[in-house]
Nanobody
Framework: EVQLVESGGGSVQSGGSLRLSCTAS????????MGWYRQAPGNRCEWVSI???????YLRDSVQGRFTLSRDNAKNTVNLQMNSLKPEDTAAYYC??????????????????????WGQGTQVTVSS
């Protein structure tokens, strides 16, 4: 069965750290473009970080210098290290994969059409 499973979410105080992991089964993360997305209540879904098949990574401006995305081919995971967390980082975080291309656009209503695979999400809550 092909699936993505996110883990590592939780509740932290402002300035704290969390490490999110996205574990893939049924395909190799090295053969796909991978991304992390998030959606807070009342807000639109937004991209957070992307790693392309060739290893090139991208981070949205608001998390530059605080978040780091990495891929562990041996463990078949993509990891998002989040440091210096802020209350505005509070959201449900989702992992996605696509073999052809990865988009910065996300809409929870259309993920099945926009991505090959989409995880169930993990909650991150940052208190001030």
């Amino acid at each position: 069965e092909v699936q993505l499973v996110e883990s590592g979410g939780g509740s932290v105080q402002s300035g704290g750290s969390l490490r999110l992991s996205c574990t893939a089964s049924g395909f190799s993360v090295a053969d796909a473009h991978m991304g992390w997305y998030r959606q807070a209540p009342g807000n639109r879904c937004e991209w957070v970080s992307i790693i392309e098949r060739d290893g090139t990574t991208y981070l949205r401006d608001s998390v530059q210098g605080r978040f780091t995305l990495s891929r562990d081919n041996a463990k078949n995971t993509v990891n998002l290290q989040m440091n210096s967390l802020k209350p505005e980082d509070t959201a449900a975080y989702y992992c996605a994969a696509d073999r052809a291309r990865i988009t910065r656009y996300c809409n929870l209503a259309t993920v099945a059409a926009d991505f090959d695979y989409w995880g169930q999400g993990t909650q991150v809550t940052v208190s001030s």
